[in-house]
């Protein structure tokens, strides 16, 4: 199975700061990762396929690079509604496996 | 607007059978070459993926569950079954249905359910 480490595992942000997450993967997963927001309660958000894809009605604030087995998810300037788990997955080969989360707080 | 609802049996005992179904609306299943799959998530852990059936109706499965999983679809019905033998505690999570939109991105998910393995 590919494992997927994301770091860090949580942080503090404020409202209007640039966050950044990564996501390495346990071996090479072309451009096939993809991005997740998760709300307490709630069924986990996909905000960017493929790497560097932005889903549609997603906030252009959200961004994603990277490829091989480095990735980054940026939020240019954090807003109140983005305090949640982010999530990378890859869907490169089977078992599609998930990163352990990010949990972004309010500082 | 596709919509995905997960239903079946919030309680299972151990040893037995979960059973959930995946009902979509908005959208024939048989349309848009889509695959459809299973996540499940133990409160307060992360995410793992349980299974995916294609189009074509062929199936991939966790190898960690692979005995004990079988996803299967009712065209008729316009829902997709996913079944759990020989359950534990360790199964207890909330289990979420979702579309793959491309190469296992899910773009469309059910609002999930809760499933509770007791003794």
């Known amino acids: 199975d590919i494992q997927m480490t994301q770091s860090p595992s949580s942080l503090s942000a404020s409202v209007g700061d640039r966050v950044t997450i990564t996501c390495r993967a346990s071996q090479t997963i072309n451009n096939y990762l993809n991005w997740y927001l998760q709300k307490p309660g709630k069924a986990p958000k996909l905000l960017i396929y493929a790497a560097f894809n932005l889903q549609s009605g997603v906030p252009s604030r959200f961004s994603g690079s990277g490829s091989g087995t480095e990735f980054t998810l940026t939020i240019s300037s954090l807003q109140p509604e983005d305090f949640a788990t982010f999530y990378c997955?890859?869907?490169?080969?089977?078992?599609?496996?998930f990163g352990g989360g990010t949990k972004v707080e309010i500082k | 607007q596709l919509q995905l609802q997960e239903s079946g049996s919030g309680l299972v005992k151990v040893s037995q059978t979960l059973s959930l179904t995946c009902a979509v609306a908005?959208?024939?299943?048989?349309?848009?070459?889509?695959?459809w799959g299973w996540i499940r998530q133990p409160l307060g852990k992360g995410l793992e993926w349980i299974g995916y059936?294609?189009?074509?109706?062929?199936?991939d499965y966790n190898p960690s569950l692979k005995s004990r999983v079988s996803i299967s679809v009712d065209m008729s019905k316009n829902h997709f079954t996913l079944r759990l033998s020989s359950v534990t505690a360790a199964d207890t999570a909330v289990y979420y249905c979702a579309r793959d939109l491309t190469s296992g991105a899910f773009d469309i998910w059910g609002q999930g359910i809760v499933v509770t393995v007791s003794s």
């Open positions: 059936i294609y189009p074509s109706g062929s199936t």
């Open positions: 908005g959208e024939s299943i048989s349309s848009g070459g889509f695959s």
């Open positions: 997955q890859q869907g490169y080969s089977s078992p599609l496996t």
